[in-house]
């Protein structure tokens, strides 16, 4: 009868609820796998489509890792995507132009440098969003905005407004092979682990931010500006320099992002970027991440990436067409959050039936 | 007499925690009721229970012997009972007039219908004593004062016949006090029943009739307050006898600390020259918007200052807050809820917030360490919770600001500003705060205390400052103060000027 939720509720629901993202990803598996089995081709729950979703997933997953901690902190980035196809393209260029043939004796240093060069743009991005926020005070989401469109056209200036090819050649097999999700296990990194080299990576790199996030007390600093700012100040911590910091360090995450997205297509263009940063923060938010700061999973964040990318290849083999594919996700969104809030006693009007019930 | 509201052994629980048991409670026509007991023994839910707000498990609630029921706060209004929050609930950009009539608007086909309304608003705005100013003024801009009495009028035009106050005088500094109260004796004499709901005795003493006593959700005494003492209600509310409201700790006085000099800042505060020395309680009374928060907020650096120059130990301070706080400043925000704490996050997190360095090395935490502390202080200022990780806004006020003062006492400061640290906190907990201040300033730390309740200040400090306007008007050691000439210092100066 309450309009609050009683403790005895919460208790029932929040174990399944703290374990909801996982427990809404097998659901999906098994439901595409049975529709499949139904109505598909069967190709759906086989080892080479998971190799797929699981290596598209690690490129959503890398810079959402980045997303992760800037929404924690209560920020957002809208950059995101076009700053990762910027990258991108600064890495092909770099190769196209400033490389020699991978199996040429000194070829080495040159793709390092390219690398290295990709990465700090990235981080160049990011320190550009968290300088200009945290010295205006401006609202993140209108800064990014921002830097979105200043972002594409730079790399539309760097592209000349086209697509950047690189030389295959001038391709490093480690590089070429970095998203491979073939039956060759000679191309994996572990020939008796037949997993694409960018999950390995995306797996390792959760692992980092998690514990960063833990056990650090630059990460309990983020979570603490997240949930509180002024509180955050008035403890002596220095709002402005982590918040720096923390888009900085997104923006290496946006920079591997590059790395592996130019691994996949192997060439530069930054229009693609173009609304990847929302596939990035959909999948922040389907792990439980809030919008408001303070809250958010890294492993949640993983999970959240293999359902966007488990539902359009399940939508894919069910031969549904990809603008069905957007709503089916833009809905599981919206269920998603809605859910999420049970967390918290929201809706109030569910409580007060099941209360009342 | 006549009994206007009957509340007849009605319960109230929330899952496992029973807020109200068998809690019985009338309320006379012509009367003002004066709902007492500490911080959750249940008076908020009992007048949420009234306002509609909540709906009881059992018992019974009548208005002029009908049963009263209300389905929801619409419903209670309508059957003529209001309710005015402790925390202003008006939309700040809204007129005057607008934030009246908000949600009870008479309107046809959605258009309001303005100059009926206006009549009614300003019939209102009129008994309240709010005639000089126009309804169409911007609420955000009114004092705090005014906009509680703007709550009231709310009330008004219902036409309510109970109304009830939680807690109205918490943000009014003691002028405006006076005011409201006026208001409740005019509502008084027109023959409503008035429920209000305060922490401060001798308020109750100057508004109420009538008492009820509360304790951890039963109603543990009530009658007509002319027939009782203080310590006897005191003794009711905390189930004990509390001999010493304000506990002494005996400290000494020291050598000097901290020096200021000629600190100005923009508006507030203006030239305060003063020297702080070890084991001292220095009070700073004034009333609100007279510069005590700015100043303390300039001496932590969370505010620019404009010139003068503070010094602790005769070293120059670094404008920079965690500057300051590593010399050994630490601040208590005066407001708990938006600055004080991070309410969604838990007691052992808000604990360690900014006091990481006791528990980690090289930037890496050690968890294990951490959550022993946090028992440890839990235990230390006696915080009431369930365990260290529950969320501290599921903590009653009191037991939040035992923790936001857990949190400075783990910062090991040697300078405390504390800004109304007993704000909207019970009894019991006002004096462990007390004699929390007492047993800093005995093991030589410097404690500045600033307050608008004088009572407190008279008891615990050993020097006591006025600001007015920004100036510190006058210091004297506490003896030589009394209640009346530090008001009238709080005012005087405000006058000359």
């Given amino acids: ?357 | 007499m006549n009994a206007l509201l009957e509340v007849s052994r009605i319960s109230k629980r929330f899952g496992p925690t029973i807020a109200l048991d068998n809690v019985s409670m009338t309320a006379q026509a012509g009367r003002v009721l004066a709902l007492i007991g500490e911080n959750g023994a249940g008076k908020s839910t009992l007048l949420k229970t009234l306002s509609g707000a909540h709906r009881p498990d059992h018992g019974t609630m009548s208005i002029d012997g009908q049963s009263y029921r209300p389905a929801g706060p619409i419903d209670a209004r309508s059957r003529g009972v209001a309710i005015v929050y402790q925390e202003l609930t008006l939309a700040p950009d809204l007129s005057i007039e607008d934030n009246i009539m908000l949600g009870r608007s008479g309107t046809v086909a959605g258009t309001l219908l303005r100059s009926r309304q206006r009549q009614r608003v300003q019939k209102a705005m009129d008994q309240v004593g709010l005639s000089s100013i126009s309804p169409k003024a911007r609420t955000g801009d009114q004092s705090v004062a005014t906009q509680q009495l703007i709550e009231v009028a709310r009330a008004l035009v219902s036409d309510a016949k109970i109304i009830l106050f939680d807690e109205p005088t918490s943000s009014l500094p003691a002028a405006d006090v006076d005011r409201l109260f006026q208001i409740v004796d005019t509502l008084r004499s027109r023959g409503l029943a008035i429920i209000y709901i305060s922490h401060f005795l001798e308020e109750v003493r100057r508004i109420a009739d009538d008492y009820a006593v509360l304790r951890d959700g039963h109603s543990v005494g009530a009658g007509q307050l002319s027939q009782i003492s203080d310590d006897q209600i005191i003794s009711l509310m905390v189930g004990r006898d509390v001999d010493d409201l304000f506990p002494a700790v005996p400290h000494e006085i020291g050598s000097a600390r901290l020096d200021i000099d000629r600190l100005t800042a923009a508006p507030v505060p203006h030239n305060v020259s003063l020297s702080l020395r070890r084991g001292e309680i220095f009070g700073v009374a004034g009333l609100v918007g007279a510069g005590r928060t700015e100043l303390l907020r300039c001496l932590f650096a969370m505010q620019p200052t404009r010139s003068g120059t503070v010094r602790l130990d005769g070293r120059p301070l670094p404008q920079r807050i965690n500057a300051r706080r590593r010399a050994g400043l630490g601040l208590l925000s005066e407001d708990r809820k938006t600055e004080g704490l991070a309410q969604n996050l838990s007691i052992t997190e808000n604990l360690s917030m900014g006091n990481h360095q006791r528990y980690s090395t090289l930037g890496c935490l050690n968890l294990n360490a951490r959550s022993e502390d946090a028992k440890r202080w839990i235990e230390k200022v006696e915080i009431k919770a369930q365990h260290p990780n529950q969320c501290v806004a599921e903590l009653s006020g009191g037991n939040q600001q035992k923790v936001a003062l857990a949190r400075l006492l783990a910062q090991d400061a040697e300078i405390y500003l504390l800004d109304e640290p007993t704000k909207g906190i019970d009894v019991g907990t006002k004096a462990e705060i007390y004699r929390i201040m007492g047993q800093l300033a005995a093991q030589g730390k410097t404690v500045v205390f600033v307050s608008s309740y004088l009572p407190e200040l008279l008891a615990v400090c050993d020097r006591v400052g006025v600001m007015s306007r920004g100036r510190m008007t006058e210091v004297r050691v506490t003896k030589d103060w009394n209640e009346e000439e530090l008001m009238l210092a709080a005012l005087a100066a405000t006058e000359d000027e």
Wanted: proline share 4%.
């Fill in chain 1, 1 to 357: 009868m309450s309009d609050r939720p009683t403790p005895n509720h919460r208790a029932r629901w929040s174990v399944l609820l703290r374990h909801g993202p996982s427990l809404a990803l097998l659901f999906i598996i098994a439901l595409f796998a049975l529709l499949d089995w139904q109505f598909g081709s069967g190709r759906f729950f086989s080892s080479r489509n998971a190799g797929v979703i699981v290596n598209s997933a690690a490129l959503v997953a890398v810079p959402a890792l980045g997303m992760t901690m800037i929404i924690i902190a209560g920020g957002i980035d809208l950059s995101a995507g076009t700053a990762l196809t910027l990258c991108g393209t600064v890495m092909a260029i770099a190769f196209r132009d400033y490389t020699i043939p991978a199996d040429q004796a000194g070829a080495a240093t040159w793709i390092a440098l390219a690398l290295a060069l990709g990465l700090g743009v990235g981080i160049l991005c990011g320190l550009i969003n968290g300088l200009i926020i945290s010295l205006s005070e401006m609202v993140p989401f209108i800064v990014t905005l921002g830097t979105m469109t200043i972002f594409l056209g730079v790399g539309q200036v760097l592209a000349e407004e086209s697509t950047v090819y690189p030389q295959n050649t001038h391709l490093p097999d480690w590089l070429r092979y970095l998203c491979y999700t073939g039956s060759n296990t000679d191309y994996y990194w572990f020939s008796f682990l037949p997993i694409p080299s960018s999950a390995l990576i995306a797996i390792v790199l959760g692992i980092a931010v998690a514990l960063l996030m833990h056990f650090t007390v630059f990460g309990r600093n983020i979570v603490a500006i997240g949930s509180n700012p002024l509180t955050a100040r008035l403890c002596g911590i220095r709002v402005g320099l982590t918040t720096t910091w923390v888009y900085a360090l997104a923006g290496v995450f946006v920079g591997l992002g590059a790395l592996l997205y130019f691994a996949n297509v192997k060439n530069g263009n930054p229009s693609d970027g173009t609304g990847k940063e929302l596939e990035i923060i959909a999948a922040v938010v389907l792990g439980g991440g809030s919008l408001s700061g303070g809250r958010g999973s890294i492993l949640g964040t993983i999970v959240g990436a293999l359902i966007i990318k488990t539902i359009s290849s399940g939508c894919t083999m069910l031969s549904i067409p990809n603008t069905y594919t957007h709503i089916i996700i833009g809905v599981i969104i919206i269920i998603a959050v809605l859910i999420d809030g049970l967390r918290n006693g929201k809706p109030k009007w569910l409580f007060a039936r099941l209360a009342s019930g």
